[in-house]
Nanobody, 122 residues
């Protein structure tokens, strides 16, 4: 069982930066593949970025270069550094953990946080 808690969201102007954190409970955090997803009003939840237990990363095309996923297994924490933010990045951001399955699929993640709101003003 893993519990996930996101933090770090807020209101920022276009071009600004935010750093999201995802704190995980449990002693087996390092064995989970982790992901960030987001959901804008009226839209489906979509994949943003993922990191495997070994450290390999993947990003959706619209955030490549601007967003960076990382994890600190000693602190049981995952991060999403968000730079050069755009109004279209506005959404609730969720972190998630999975044991196996496809990194891009919400259905393959076993645990989810409650989400943190990111709002980017133009």
């Amino acid at each position: 069982q893993v519990q996930l808690v996101e933090s770090g969201g807020g209101l920022v102007q276009a071009g600004g930066s935010l750093r999201l954190s995802c704190a995980a409970s449990g002693r087996t955090f390092s064995s989970y593949a982790m992901g960030w997803f987001r959901q804008a009003p009226g839209k489906e939840r979509e994949f943003v970025a993922a990191m495997s237990w070994s450290g390999s990363t993947a990003y959706t095309d619209s955030v490549k270069v601007r967003l960076t996923i990382s994890r600190d297994n000693a602190k049981n924490t995952m991060y999403l550094q968000m730079n050069s933010l755009k109004p279209e990045d506005t959404a609730v951001y969720y972190c998630a953990a999975r044991v196996r399955g496809r990194k891009y699929s919400t259905n393959d993640y076993d645990y989810w946080g409650q989400g943190t709101q990111v709002t980017v003003s133009s």
